[in-house]
């Protein structure tokens, strides 16, 4: 849902705190660092694949026209070609290039979603969906996700984090060995939330990664390595209710002990509730669906969680809904906050609030 009374909250907002709902704060676009993930492989970064803010191919400088972040000519988080500042030249991290070979693929149709637009994406076949239980032996693995819209603006800025209400609800339902993933929306600080829940007695060890535009996924580290992620802007706000561009942030992980692999995506939806049409509507839900499939692997376990800002009877639901299983939905905002699955193996529950106007939902997974 939206900050400031988009979605029926305090409609008093201060206009500073509109960017904050969906775009982040300058430290918060920074680009993820390199030692998150570690080295990719030898030659991934192609010159010819340089794109950003150059005048010519042949050119290495990046002189730019804005320091801040969420334009145009600016680097987002998950960019492989960045512009090093002080010696004004293009530099690549290999470990942000997808290898697409591994990838399920994602079979376009010709039909396109939301032509003309920056958002255009061509339609999957009618019947073909990802609802695919992952087959790779070794036996099943279990892991506990939560997804919770921490209603930033609010209960951090207004509340100062209302005595560590969210982090302690997160405490209270992680058990003995905590989450394994994390996805949180309208996150503007996501060590603050790591702190808070560990302060109250969250157990395990944690990574958090900024997804960018108020998104941020921490998974445990004691059990989990990352070995890919990415994110990629899906859909728009409606001119009716306007915020911004709306992005999905992903992260391959592999389990230390038996080496299974989960694909973890999270997501904020596009305003108005429910609305249809343009970048809002269907099309949101393809370009997500697309993204899954162009870096998700045959082996990996799939999960898709966040507050989609649409509900069950919505056409994105619905389209999403066509090529996976939705495994669980809360009932905040009418029903906005849901998880998603390419194996109809989890069980989830309501956590209640903590402060937020979100309840949190978490899913335990059996693959």
């Not at 637009?117 to 992952?134: D, E, I």
């Not at 958090?208 to 994110?231: C, E, P, Q, S």
């Not at 939806?269 to 045959?298: D, E, K, Q």
Request: net charge neutral.
């Amino acid at each position: 849902a939206a900050a400031c009374g988009a979605d029926g909250g305090d409609a008093s907002c201060p206009a500073s705190q509109e960017s904050l709902l969906i775009q982040t704060k300058a430290s918060a676009a920074a680009a993820v660092r390199r030692d998150d993930l570690g080295a990719g492989d030898a030659g991934a970064c192609q010159v010819s694949s340089i794109s950003r803010r150059r005048r010519q191919e042949a050119m290495g400088s990046c002189r730019r026209r804005h320091s801040s972040p969420n334009y145009d000519d600016t680097d987002g988080p998950f960019d492989a070609w960045t512009c090093d500042e002080q010696s004004n030249a293009m530099v690549c991290d290999e470990s942000r290039v997808p290898d697409p070979a591994d990838a399920i693929g994602y079979p376009g149709s010709g039909a396109v979603k939301a032509p003309g637009r920056w958002c255009a994406v061509q339609a999957p076949p009618f019947n073909w969906n990802l609802k695919s239980c992952p087959s790779t032996g070794g036996g099943a693995i279990s892991f506990k996700v939560l997804t919770y819209n921490l209603y930033w603006w609010n209960l951090f800025d207004r509340r100062g984090g209302d005595g560590r209400s969210a982090g302690r609800l997160i405490a209270r339902n992680g058990g003995a060995h905590g989450f394994d993933f994390m996805g949180f929306q309208e996150c503007d600080d996501r060590y603050r939330i790591l702190r808070d829940a560990k302060a109250s007695g969250l157990a395990g060890e944690y990574e958090a990664v900024n997804g960018g535009r108020a998104l941020a996924i921490i998974y445990n580290k004691d059990r989990w390595t990352a070995i890919g992620m990415g994110g990629e802007d899906v859909g728009e706000d409606s001119p009716d209710q306007y915020y911004g561009k709306r992005s999905a942030h992903w992260l391959r992980l592999q389990d230390r002990s038996s080496g299974k692999t989960v694909f973890f995506m999270n997501h904020h939806g596009p305003l108005p509730v429910s609305a249809g049409g343009g970048c809002t509507g269907s099309a949101t839900a393809v370009n997500i669906v697309r993204v899954i499939a162009s870096n998700a692997h045959r082996s990996d376990a799939i999960v898709l969680v966040g507050d989609f800002n649409a509900k069950a009877s919505s056409a994105r639901i619905q389209e999403l809904d066509r090529r996976l299983t939705r495994i669980f939905s809360g009932d905040s905002m009418g029903g906005v906050d849901h998880v998603f699955s390419n194996c109809p193996s989890g069980s989830g529950r309501k956590l209640g609030k903590g402060g937020s106007d979100h309840d949190a939902l978490s899913v335990d997974f059996t693959f």
